[in-house]
């Protein structure tokens, strides 16, 4: 196996200059950075319907983020504590905790259709799949994911697209094992920001769902910012304000 995969790596250099591996490590630089904080707007399109949310989002290292809901005033004050495999909500009418784990990180968040796990996990793509270029255009890279053996992951197989100029990913078609496409992924507008191209409009539609998708807009963004251990804990969690 191990000779097949070296004669493969030296081929993609050969054929495309750079490896699939280097362009997904270039993609997870630009994506996942040390922290971040910013101000994100939710936009829920639903069979001709619109529905905005707003929220202030704080996140160390893969899995380690804090979520608070701004607005509309029926959401104010539910918040999101992910720490590791685990994810508390505070939900604020009810005074109560609830705690999520496993499979349950893949059910959407806010009648939206992106997931707990889509918004709040930031494990970088090189550490869950192996990569290859299919094929490779005048300004695109299209790369094929494949979870490596024994990641456990909402979505098996990925094809993306990866800009060659900047290597922000544009597209992202999100796959189960049986090959069915669940979700797909695209990169609207991306700014400079201490080195890296970040994403700040992106849109998410639920291929399960019919007449759905999503839009995050992103803004105020601060890359690598000093964040207190404090906040995410569940003292934060369950403070009101």
């Known amino acids: ?37 910013y101000d994100g707007e939710m936009i829920i399109h639903k069979k001709n319907k619109k529905f905005v949310k707003k929220m202030k989002i704080q996140a160390v290292g893969k899995n380690l983020a ?5 607005s509309p005033p029926r959401d104010k004050g539910t918040k999101y504590l992910r720490n590791g495999d685990n994810l508390w909500i505070f939900l604020p009418k009810a005074d109560r905790t609830v705690k999520i784990s496993g499979h349950m990180l893949r059910q959407n968040m806010m009648g939206s259709d992106i997931s707990y796990e889509d918004q709040t996990d930031r494990t970088h793509l090189t550490d869950i799949y192996n990569s ?25 197989m990925r094809v993306i697209e990866v800009d060659k100029e900047n290597y ?6 999100m796959y189960a094992m049986s090959g069915k496409l669940l979700k797909e992924f695209y990169v609207d507008e991306i700014i400079r920001i201490k080195g890296r191209y970040y994403i700040t409009k992106f849109r998410m539609e639920d291929k399960i769902k019919k007449g759905s998708y999503t839009e995050l807009l992103l803004s105020d963004i601060v890359i690598d910012p000093d964040i207190s251990d404090s906040v995410f804990t569940l003292r934060n969690l369950e403070r009101r304000n």
């Open 1 to 37: 196996m191990k000779k097949y995969l070296i004669i493969y790596l030296i081929f993609s250099i050969f054929l495309f200059g750079i490896t699939a591996e280097e362009i997904l490590e270039k993609v997870d630089y630009n994506m996942t950075p040390s922290s971040i904080k």
């Open 66 to 70: 804090f979520i608070e809901f701004i």
């Open 132 to 156: 290859e270029i299919l094929k490779e255009t005048e300004g695109l890279y299209t790369l094929r994911l494949v979870a490596k053996e024994g990641e456990d992951t909402a979505y098996y």
């Open 168 to 173: 922000v990913l544009k597209n992202s078609k």
